[in-house]
């Protein structure tokens, strides 16, 4: 047992586990990104969702039709910017609690528009359930993983 009491495998899987999901999400708002702009192929490849950005404008305007069809390429954007910079802060973990709780609401606003026009099925399938729980349950950790920017600069405030 550690000091608090708990076995040395559960210690480990616990410093661990917030390290993966703030990766995972990252790493999974960056390739929705790199999807869009089509480095992970064309549009009608296995595996692409999109292909081009004109494809996630459409996908957008699918998922948000009560918007005006003229704001609907600067949501797609704006989406397309809070993913991207969050995904990079929640990599290097920089401000990640913050960053994580805009994940989990980002996602939760997506899988409540995936809901409505697409019915339960479609977030279930992409498992945006699980990424907004992922997210808002790493926001919900009180202390950066030892793994982050935040957790550097915390010792070196420390130190200094």
Not at 23 to 36: N, T, Y
Not at 57 to 72: D, E, F, I
Request: charged letters at 10%.
């Amino acid at each position: 047992m550690d000091k608090k009491g708990m076995p040395p495998a559960i210690r480990v899987q616990s410093h661990l586990a917030p390290l993966l999901v703030r990766l995972a999400l990252g790493v999974g708002f960056l390739s929705a990104v790199a999807d869009r702009f089509g480095v992970w192929g064309p549009a009608g490849t296995p595996s692409v969702a999109w292909g081009n950005f004109q494809n996630f404008v459409v996908y957008t305007a699918k998922l948000n039709p009560w918007s005006p069809a003229a704001m609907v390429p600067a949501l797609a954007w704006i989406v397309t910017l809070a993913e991207a910079t969050l995904g990079i802060l929640l990599i290097v973990g920089l401000m990640t609690r913050t960053a994580a709780l805009f994940c989990g609401l980002l996602t939760l606003a997506f899988l409540l528009a995936m809901t409505a026009v697409l019915g339960v099925h479609a977030p279930l399938n992409y498992g945006v359930f699980v990424y907004s729980a992922a997210a808002l349950f790493l926001a919900s950790c009180s202390t950066p993983d030892k793994w982050t920017l935040d957790a550097l600069l915390a010792r070196r405030g420390s130190h200094g």
